[in-house]
């Protein structure tokens, strides 16, 4: 009865988390509980003010020091980028079927729960036999990456029927960094091979990163923060642009009352304005939607990089999404202190650009 309750509860807690005005409230209700001052400051004397001043200008400069680490953690992430790369050009040949795998590299050992009784796996066996007489043998592994963008929901909120066709033609995706000496960023990249709809073989979204504390408030430092991004022209054969569409709309002669009805493009929804953002203006104000759009924009670019290159395979197979929900109904949920909850909810609500200063927005913590 414990562990049904248990399980109850949890189940119960996640539908919550994903209930958008359940998030807005609590996170409410945390903002309000953190940094609430408590007056003592104020009633210090001048002196003892004055010591606290100088452990703020220590903590300065352990922001920057930290800042350091970051950027240390960034030539990290490059030299060991370059010892993953061989295995991920691989993983590349095998999808596009450039390469096919030998009987041992394709030997996997199952987990126990994976594990088939003999006269299953024989049954199995004939099934795929049948299917494989029925059908050409396919090249590689067909549709891998738009499968594993159907497969993420960050991802497959972005998709349009019509941009599914052309990702049938993606065939891999690489994150590069920047080099050395370079100012801090990475760049995404999308391969594509021929195709009917754009020229580009290879279509790219750069995000501009800093790991520097901001002079004008060195204490919100966190770790690197992406600063603004910049996509790529896509050159798309005439008719083919899925970011356009036409719509036809009557309109009326003011003086002779004659009606007629003109065409004219408007923007369509489609994952490739993913790579059209919105230009940050110089006195680096942006609307709301633009604002969004931004904040959206970095948090898939991130969860690319971090998450979906990595372990590609693992979102194809759907075992990373199952991996990733278990974080969040067992190892998040059932800890249940403020602080971890903060985290969680932050971690599920998307985060807003906060404000936009020199050129770009701010600030993005990664």
Same mark, same amino acid.
């Given at each position: 009865?414990?562990?049904?309750?248990?399980?109850?509860?949890?189940?119960?807690?996640?539908?919550?988390?994903?209930?958008?005005?359940?998030?807005?409230?609590?996170?409410?209700?945390?903002?309000?509980?953190?940094?609430?001052?408590?007056?003592?400051?104020?009633?210090?004397?001048?002196?003892?003010?004055?010591?606290?001043?100088?452990?703020?200008?220590?903590?300065?400069?352990?922001?920057?020091? *930290?800042?350091?680490?970051? %950027? $240390?953690?960034?030539?990290? &992430?490059? /030299?060991?980028?370059?010892?993953?790369? !061989?295995? @991920?050009?691989?993983?590349?040949?095998?999808?596009?079927?450039?390469?096919?795998?030998?009987?041992?590299?394709?030997?996997?050992?199952?987990?126990?729960?994976?594990?088939?009784?003999?006269?299953?796996? *024989?049954?199995?066996?004939? %099934? $795929?036999?049948?299917?494989? &007489?029925? /059908?050409?043998?396919?090249?590689?592994? !067909?549709? @891998?990456?738009?499968?594993?963008?159907?497969?993420?929901?960050?991802?497959?909120?972005?998709?349009?029927?019509?941009?599914?066709?052309?990702?049938?033609?993606?065939?891999?995706?690489?994150?590069?960094?920047?080099?050395?000496?370079?100012?801090?960023?990475?760049?995404? &990249?999308?391969?594509?091979?021929?195709?009917?709809?754009?020229?580009?073989?290879?279509?790219?979204?750069?995000?501009?990163?800093?790991?520097?504390?901001?002079?004008?408030?060195?204490?919100?430092?966190?770790?690197?923060?992406?600063?603004?991004?910049?996509?790529?022209?896509?050159?798309?054969?005439?008719?083919?642009?899925?970011?356009?569409?036409?719509?036809?709309?009557?309109?009326?002669?003011?003086?002779?009352?004659?009606?007629?009805?003109?065409?004219?493009?408007?923007?369509?929804?489609?994952?490739?304005?993913?790579?059209?953002?919105?230009?940050?203006?110089?006195?680096?104000?942006?609307?709301?939607?633009?604002?969004?759009?931004?904040?959206?924009?970095?948090?898939?670019?991130?969860?690319?990089?971090?998450?979906?290159?990595?372990?590609?395979?693992?979102?194809?197979?759907?075992?990373?999404?199952?991996?990733?929900?278990?974080?969040?109904?067992?190892?998040?949920?059932?800890?249940?202190?403020?602080?971890?909850?903060?985290?969680?909810?932050?971690?599920?609500?998307?985060?807003?650009?906060?404000?936009?200063?020199?050129?770009?927005?701010?600030?993005?913590?990664?």
């Amino acid at each position: 009865v414990f562990n049904t309750s248990l399980l109850s509860a949890r189940q119960l807690t996640v539908q919550m988390m994903q209930n958008p005005q359940v998030l807005a409230a609590l996170q409410e209700r945390l903002d309000g509980l953190v940094g609430s001052p408590s007056g003592y400051m104020e009633s210090l004397p001048k002196v003892v003010k004055r010591r606290v001043n100088a452990l703020k200008n220590l903590q300065v400069k352990c922001a920057q020091i *930290e800042a350091k680490f970051y %950027e $240390e953690v960034h030539e990290l &992430e490059r /030299k060991y980028a370059a010892l993953y790369q !061989p295995l @991920f050009d691989k993983r590349s040949d095998i999808i596009k079927a450039a390469y096919e795998p030998t009987d041992e590299e394709c030997e996997w050992k199952a987990d126990e729960e994976e594990k088939l009784t003999e006269e299953m796996k *024989e049954k199995a066996k004939v %099934e $795929e036999e049948k299917k494989d &007489e029925e /059908k050409e043998d396919p090249k590689g592994i !067909p549709e @891998f990456w738009l499968t594993v963008f159907k497969n993420v929901d960050l991802l497959s909120e972005m998709l349009q029927e019509h941009d599914e066709p052309i990702l049938k033609h993606l065939q891999d995706i690489k994150v590069k960094f920047s080099d050395p000496g370079q100012p801090m960023s990475f760049t995404l &990249e999308f391969y594509f091979e021929p195709n009917d709809f754009f020229a580009n073989q290879v279509l790219t979204k750069t995000y501009k990163m800093r790991s520097e504390p901001d002079e004008a408030d060195p204490f919100s430092f966190d770790g690197p923060e992406i600063m603004g991004c910049t996509g790529c022209q896509i050159d798309w054969t005439k008719g083919k642009n899925v970011t356009l569409k036409t719509i036809k709309k009557k309109q009326k002669h003011k003086g002779r009352g004659t009606v007629r009805t003109i065409t004219k493009t408007v923007p369509n929804d489609s994952f490739f304005n993913f790579f059209s953002p919105p230009e940050v203006p110089e006195n680096g104000e942006l609307d709301e939607d633009s604002e969004a759009i931004l904040a959206a924009d970095f948090e898939i670019g991130h969860f690319l990089r971090e998450r979906i290159i990595p372990r590609a395979v693992l979102y194809f197979t759907g075992e990373a999404i199952e991996d990733d929900d278990d974080d969040v109904s067992h190892s998040q949920v059932g800890k249940g202190t403020w602080k971890q909850m903060k985290r969680m909810i932050q971690t599920m609500i998307p985060r807003q650009v906060t404000s936009v200063s020199n050129g770009a927005a701010s600030p993005r913590s990664i």
